[in-house]
């Protein structure tokens, strides 16, 4: 080989490692970029952002997402993915929902992110099963389902004590009773779609079934 193409070689070994350099480099910065912030979903779940009229989450889902209002959903400890999800969904015809999907499409990704992340690191409250006469059906369609209805036992998805599965099924453990009835009702109505899973075994409960379960389950720890 002689020197010059020695000498090119040379340089184009050194023209590689500085592309891959910053290669590197732009992946770094595009990860840090990614990475959710929760302090600042702290800061905007807490208090809002009254200059573009989005107000804060805690008006609506309490302290810590511990919502006190039975119809608004407990959202503190909620799965990271899942609570993202839920708000990319609000701004699609997959889950419209008045209030909910206005705010959603006033966040930028990065604070959806944010918002969902900082949920993720707080205490969900406990709840109670209220109903004495219907929890023991709930416990037996939660924990087994209805074979002859072809509904699968919730606890299959959502895990013995309600905990769900992270970036799969979320945490139902302690929910309002009325919030997962109305959930369990827009399934089933078509008004919410944005579980293929959920609509199909929606479909096949009656209400008051759906009240049984989301009574066993408001009382799971």
């Known amino acids: 080989m002689n020197r010059v193409s020695l000498s090119f ?11 891959s350099g910053f290669a590197c480099a732009a992946d770094a910065q595009h990860a840090a970029a990614a990475k959710a912030d929760p302090a600042k979903g702290a800061t905007l779940f807490d208090s809002g952002d009254a200059a ?14 511990n919502s006190a209002i039975a119809t608004n959903p407990k959202i503190g400890g909620q799965f990271e993915q899942y ?13 419209n ?3 909910m999907t206005t705010y959603a499409k006033a966040l930028s990704d990065d604070e959806k992110k944010n918002i969902a992340a ?22 037996k369609i939660y924990r087994g389902g209805i074979a ?20 799969k099924y979320p945490r139902l453990a302690g929910q309002h009773q009325d919030y997962t009835v109305a959930q369990l009702e827009a399934f089933k109505a078509g008004a919410r779609n ?8 929606s479909k096949r409960l009656t209400t008051d079934e759906m009240k049984a379960v989301a009574d ?4 799971l720890k």
């Open 52 to 65: 573009r009229g989005v107000p804060a989450c805690a008006s609506c889902h309490g302290a810590g997402g």
């Open 216 to 219: 066993y389950v408001a009382g």
């Open 97 to 99: 929902q008045a209030i």
């Open 194 to 201: 944005n579980s293929v899973e959920m609509t199909a075994l």
């Open 118 to 139: 900082y949920l993720a690191t707080q205490k969900p409250t406990a709840g109670a099963a209220r109903n004495k006469d219907s929890v023991e059906l709930g416990r």
């Open 9 to 19: 070689l040379k340089s184009l070994v050194v023209a590689s490692l500085a592309v």
């Open 83 to 95: 609570v993202y999800k839920q708000l990319v969904d609000f701004t699609t015809p997959n889950r």
């Open 148 to 167: 002859d209805k072809g509904v699968a036992a919730c606890a299959s998805c959502h895990g013995a004590t309600g905990s769900g599965i992270p970036a």
